[in-house]
Nanobody, 118 residues
Framework: QVQLVESGGGLVQAVGSLRLSCAAS????????MGWYRQAPGKQRELVAT???????HYADSVKDRFTISRDNAKSTVYLQMNSLKPEDTAVYYC????????????WGQGTQVTVSS
């Protein structure tokens, strides 16, 4: 019912910035909270940031004060502004959406690669 498409990934030097976007389509009114996760090679997928429909945000300690998640409900788009990037931020970043419905699996985007060099 919901499709998520990420964009904005790429190559950047340490201390640089990137802005990721996640556009949702389909049954967008069924979406509750959304967020960003990331997974580096050989590592577990980890939470980066989440935002509720009411725009309450949560950040992993590793990105706190550097990343900002925001949501434009009119455009059905979630953003992740990443500043002061570090090499350890290198990963595939995935957009996530939680449905309002009971016992419905989360929706996931295809992922976008972020590579930070130093």
């Amino acid at each position: 019912q919901v499709q998520l498409v990420e964009s904005g990934g790429g190559l950047v030097q340490a201390v640089g910035s990137l802005r990721l976007s996640c556009a949702a389509s389909g049954s967008i009114f069924s979406i509750n909270g959304m967020g960003w996760y990331r997974q580096a090679p050989g590592k577990q997928r980890e939470l980066v940031a989440t935002i509720t429909r009411g725009e309450t945000t949560h950040y992993a300690d590793s990105v706190k004060d550097r990343f900002t998640i925001s949501r434009d409900n009119a455009k059905s788009t979630v953003y992740l502004q990443m500043n002061s990037l570090k090499p350890e931020d290198t990963a595939v970043y995935y957009c996530n959406a939680k449905p309002l419905g009971y016992a419905i699996d989360d929706y996931w985007g295809q992922g976008t690669q972020v590579t930070v060099s130093s």
